[in-house]
């Protein structure tokens, strides 16, 4: 009798724990939050960051679009559109744009495709003949960041504000969304995490460790992270570092320099405008964008930044297109300092790098700017959607949920993997990716541009060797305004 009382007293010993494990379980479930996109299968562990974006939630209704095709037109389509065959052959990032893809695809029953591909400028023509026309060609423009105003001055674009589901607060939309590039409650060219190249192409100072401590240049880090990382102090730092390297006598493309910039275009010479926190366009008082590039200080950083690059032994700048790229002359160890996009690292230049290199944020113009800052020049994309589009409740819900695992996915493969894992060398450049990142500036007056307005003015003037702003700008100036009006106008044509 005593045995069978001992095994009973065994038996609702062991259910009572069963019991409690199944209720700790369920509780931890309810602790746990989980994302309506890509699902998050257990506790969030801090600093896992593909856990803590899981774990946000993009509170999408649940849709299927019976196959639907959600059809896009750009110039890279590479940003956007893998081939099932293209994955896995170690190419990190287009495997989690993939990954990307086929959760949204599998989720909402849809399918991603190409309606349209060319380079930038014939892109722009057939979204705008096409919407001019009519016909029903395509859900979304996801293109040419620098020249897409002159397409919004054909007024065949959506207010994002429109379209269901979208939501700027969520932290896979800029914050310039519903900040510089919203005018009346209105915007019309967005970026997310969906644009790759907006991150990716974010601009940093790049420089040699091995070269740089040959110099005695000190921490670098410790003078970025103290805030004394200005212009002046770079200026001093690299002016005067020549070599004659190839014995020519002269400044030529084989000699060793303190910095290579390069021109490319006008856009990578356009980006210190930004990092001197002098956007170009600004709401005034009653909200309206706004020409506001004429600062108490653009005369100094015109004629200074000039000064720098073409009277400086320590430079190498050129103006022509064919020069060779300041990578380049990087990549050769003919340079300390280059600039670059943050993802940069993850190119085979950097990757098989024999020196130790290291990333800075741009310089501050002077002790009294607050921040670091920078921008994504040339061809980083941005988002429009066509006013042909018929069913804006399968674009909202698709770009939201593309937006949100580009966000969970794609960028956390890039910086947690692809450069703070992988390419990045030392923990102080991880932090200062965070920092520049940070940092991103995307100004009304070059997003809304179209090449007609301030954007591209720091390569425009050097590229004629013009120094002289007041100049300048007195000769733009009309053209630019009367380029704002009527995007303004565009603007409050969308009601």
């Given at each position: 009798m005593k045995r069978i009382i001992s095994m009973l007293l065994v038996l609702a010993m062991v259910l009572s724990a069963a019991l409690m494990a199944v209720s700790c379980s369920k509780e931890e479930e309810k602790k746990t939050p989980t994302s309506t996109g890509t699902k998050n299968t257990g506790p969030v562990v801090e600093g896992?960051?593909?856990?803590?974006?899981?774990?946000?939630?993009?509170?999408?209704?649940?849709?299927?679009?019976?196959?639907?095709?959600?059809?896009?037109?750009?110039?890279?389509?590479?940003?956007?559109?893998?081939?099932?065959?293209?994955?896995?052959?170690?190419?990190?990032?287009?495997?989690?744009?993939?990954?990307?893809?086929?959760?949204?695809?599998?989720?909402?029953?849809?399918?991603?495709?190409?309606?349209?591909?060319?380079?930038?400028?014939?892109?722009?023509?057939?979204?705008?003949?096409?919407?001019?026309?009519?016909?029903?060609?395509?859900?979304?423009?996801?293109?040419?960041?620098?020249?897409?105003g002159g397409t919004v001055l054909k007024n065949v674009f959506l207010n994002w504000y429109d379209i269901p589901h979208i939501d700027f607060s969520k932290p896979w939309w800029s914050s310039s969304c519903a900040n510089e590039l919203t005018y009346d409650g209105k915007c019309i060219l967005a970026i997310s995490d969906f644009n790759y190249t907006a991150v990716s192409g974010a601009e940093a100072m790049f420089f040699n460790k091995n070269l740089a401590a040959s110099y005695d240049m000190g921490n670098l880090y410790d003078v970025v992270l103290s805030g004394d990382w200005t212009f002046d102090y770079f200026v001093e730092l690299t002016k005067d570092i020549y070599i004659d390297q190839d014995g020519s006598g002269d400044k030529s493309d084989g000699?060793?320099?303190?910095?290579?910039?390069?021109?490319?275009?006008?856009?990578?010479?356009?980006?210190?405008?930004?990092?001197?926190?002098?956007?170009?366009?600004?709401?005034?008082?009653?909200?309206?964008?706004?020409?506001?590039?004429?600062?108490d200080k653009i005369?100094?950083?015109?004629?200074?930044l000039y000064d720098y690059l073409f009277n400086s032994n320590g430079v190498h700048y050129r103006t022509d297109n064919d020069d060779p790229q300041?990578?380049?002359?990087?990549?050769?160890?003919?340079?300390?300092?280059?600039?670059?996009?943050?993802?940069?690292p993850t190119g085979e230049g950097l990757r098989n790098f024999e020196d130790e290199y290291g990333m800075l944020p741009l310089p501050k113009w002077d002790e009294n700017q607050t921040k670091y800052y920078t921008m994504t020049p040339g061809e980083h994309t941005v988002l429009a959607v066509?006013?042909?589009?018929?069913?804006?409740?399968?674009?909202?819900?698709?770009?939201?949920?593309?937006?949100?695992?580009?966000?969970?996915?794609?960028?956390?493969?890039?910086?947690?993997?692809?450069?703070?894992?992988?390419?990045?060398?030392?923990?102080?450049?991880?932090?200062?990716?965070?920092?520049?990142?940070?940092?991103?500036?995307?100004?009304?007056?070059?997003?809304y541009g179209g090449f007609e307005g301030f954007g591209f003015m720091?390569?425009?003037?050097?590229?004629?060797?013009?120094?002289?702003?007041?100049?300048?700008?007195?000769?733009?100036?009309?053209n630019a305004r009367i380029h704002y009006k009527k995007i303004v106008k565009v603007f409050d044509k969308l009601g």
């Open positions: 896992d960051i593909f856990a803590e974006r899981a774990a946000i939630s993009d509170e999408l209704p649940e849709h299927d679009f019976g196959g639907k095709k959600f059809r896009i037109a750009g110039h890279r389509t590479d940003e956007y559109f893998i081939e099932e065959e293209d994955r896995n052959k170690g190419n990190l990032i287009a495997d989690a744009k993939y990954a990307r893809n086929k959760a949204v695809e599998d989720r909402f029953n849809c399918e991603l495709e190409v309606a349209y591909q060319a380079i930038y400028y014939d892109v722009q023509s057939w979204v705008a003949k096409t919407v001019m026309s009519g016909a029903d060609e395509f859900d979304l423009f996801c293109s040419h960041g620098a020249s897409a000699d060793f320099f303190g910095f290579a910039q390069s021109h490319a275009y006008q856009c990578a010479i356009s980006t210190w405008l930004w990092a001197f926190d002098n956007p170009t366009v600004t709401k005034n008082e009653e909200g309206v964008p706004t020409i506001s590039v004429k600062t005369n100094n950083i015109v004629s200074d300041g990578m380049t002359l990087f990549l050769n160890k003919q340079a300390i300092f280059t600039m670059g996009g943050v993802g940069s066509p006013k042909t589009v018929k069913d804006t409740e399968f674009v909202g819900t698709v770009m939201e949920a593309l937006s949100a695992e580009s966000y969970k996915q794609v960028i956390p493969t890039l910086y947690e993997i692809a450069l703070k894992t992988r390419y990045l060398r030392d923990d102080e450049s991880k932090e200062v990716l965070d920092i520049v990142i940070d940092g991103r500036m995307y100004d009304f007056g070059y997003i720091l390569g425009a003037m050097f590229e004629s060797g013009n120094n002289n702003f007041e100049s300048y700008y007195a000769k733009k100036y009309g």
